[in-house]
Structure formats: structure tokens, C-alpha cells
């Protein structure tokens, strides 16, 4: 089983939607994870770090970790077309990995 | 501040050749992590430097090898490319190499 799961998408909403990205790991002990964003033939831009489960904010975002399900979700409200981008999660790495990530998910809003 | 820096951002290379990556973390910075993005993949971790050593590794062949400089910018060398090499190449620092980690734009290699 790969170490985290990510839909790949492409996911395409209308300006103004609330989207929901979704991943899913396989080692119930991580404990730190992330979200970020990537546009096209950019570097990955960090844009959530939560740790353990619960609920994070910052502004149109919200990072939600479930650990009792391995499940990490990322929420944006009212998206925008300057959302539109590739998002990628990841937590901590096992053993010898600092940071271990999905595939991507990929977003595009349209106005 | 400026953030996470990386030169070139764009190289050919052919099969064979040899290439090297440069990297300067963000200011304040200790850690420098590489990373390789292929094309709809998400980043694999190559290996991390700190205090000017090879920290930790992932599952990359000998071929891949680093260095940490007393600036703690670092260096990213690929011998003897192969076309499968072609990917972009990501730096990413942090502090005391914690979790919450920067990248850089990266730099995309092309093999030929």
C-alpha cells in the first residue's frame, strides 16, 4: 500500500464553490502533516502544517487531520481562479524520509 | 527575506553527462532537503544536509550525491545521467531539519 493516498483529479469547480481535497496515509504514528500548493512549473508552496488530529484555519482555508481514520482533508471556501493549481499533501516521513507526499491533486476554477 | 533560491532553472543535458544543482536556503535556515518531481508525480526525497553532512538518504543510487557548504547553501550532483533523470529538481530548507519545510522554484533538468 502506497504511503499516502491522493486522488489526482483534474477537479473543476465554478468560482465561489467550496472544494474539499481529500488524502489518506497508512501509518496511524505520523503525527505532523501538511498541505501544499504547487502552480504549474512552480516550486510547491507551503500553505498548512498541522499536527495530530483536529482542525486548522487561515483565512479561505482549513486543514482537518482524523487520525482515527488516516484521513487528511483540505477545505477552501469561496475558491477563486488564482486557486487553481495543483495541491499536494504530505506528512512526516518514516525511517530515513523527512517528508513523504501524494501525488497531487489537480484544481481549476472556473470564473 | 528571500525565500529558498535555486540555479539554474533550466538544463539539457544527453545520457552520460554530469550535472550539478545549486541551492540556497531560506535566511535563518539550517537544513536543505532535495527532492525529484517527475512529471505528475508528487516529490520523492532524495537526501537532507545539516551541519555540512548527508543526514538522511531516500532510495536514490550512489549516483546522486550532495554537499553542504559553511553557508549552508548546498549542491545537488547527478553522475552519469540517465533519460529517466529528467524531472525537477526541488530544494527545500528548515530549521534543526523540523517537519515544516520551503521550496525553492526548482530546477528543471531535461536528459536527452
Known amino acids: 500500500q502506497k504511503e499516502v493516498e491522493q486522488d489526482p483529479g483534474p477537479l473543476s469547480v465554478p468560482e465561489g464553490a467550496i472544494v474539499s481535497l481529500n488524502c489518506t496515509y497508512s501509518?496511524?504514528?505520523?503525527?505532523?502533516f501538511m498541505w501544499y500548493r504547487q502552480y504549474s512549473r512552480k516550486g510547491p508552496e507551503l500553505l498548512m502544517y498541522?499536527?495530530?488530529?483536529g482542525n486548522k484555519e487561515d483565512g479561505r482555508f482549513t486543514a482537518q487531520v482524523d487520525k482515527s481514520s488516516k484521513y487528511i482533508s483540505l477545505f477552501i471556501r469561496d475558491s477563486q481562479p488564482s486557486d487553481s493549481a495543483t495541491y499536494l499533501c504530505?506528512?512526516?516521513?518514516?525511517?530515513?524520509?523527512?517528508?513523504?507526499f501524494g501525488k497531487g491533486t489537480r484544481l481549476s476554477v472556473i470564473a | 527575506d528571500a525565500g529558498v533560491t535555486q540555479s539554474p532553472t533550466h538544463l539539457i543535458k544527453t545520457r552520460g553527462q554530469q550535472v550539478t544543482l545549486r541551492c540556497s536556503p531560506k535566511?535563518?535556515?539550517?537544513?536543505v532537503s532535495w527532492y525529484q518531481q517527475a512529471l505528475g508525480q508528487g516529490p520523492q526525497f532524495i537526501f537532507q544536509?545539516?551541519?555540512?553532512?548527508?543526514?538522511q538518504r531516500g532510495n536514490f543510487p550512489d549516483r546522486f550525491s550532495g554537499h553542504q557548504f559553511p553557508n549552508y547553501s548546498s549542491e545537488l550532483n547527478v553522475n552519469a545521467l540517465l533519460l529517466g533523470d529528467s524531472a525537477l529538481y526541488l530544494c527545500?530548507?528548515?530549521?534543526?531539519?523540523?517537519?515544516?519545510?520551503?521550496f525553492g522554484p526548482g530546477t528543471r533538468l531535461t536528459v536527452l
Open positions: 527545500a530548507s528548515s530549521l534543526n531539519y523540523r517537519n515544516e519545510q520551503f
Open positions: 501509518n496511524s504514528a505520523f503525527q505532523y
Open positions: 498541522t499536527y495530530s488530529s
Open positions: 504530505a506528512h512526516e516521513g518514516s525511517g530515513n524520509t523527512p517528508l513523504v
Open positions: 535566511s535563518g535556515h539550517d537544513t
Open positions: 544536509y545539516y551541519e555540512e553532512e548527508e543526514r
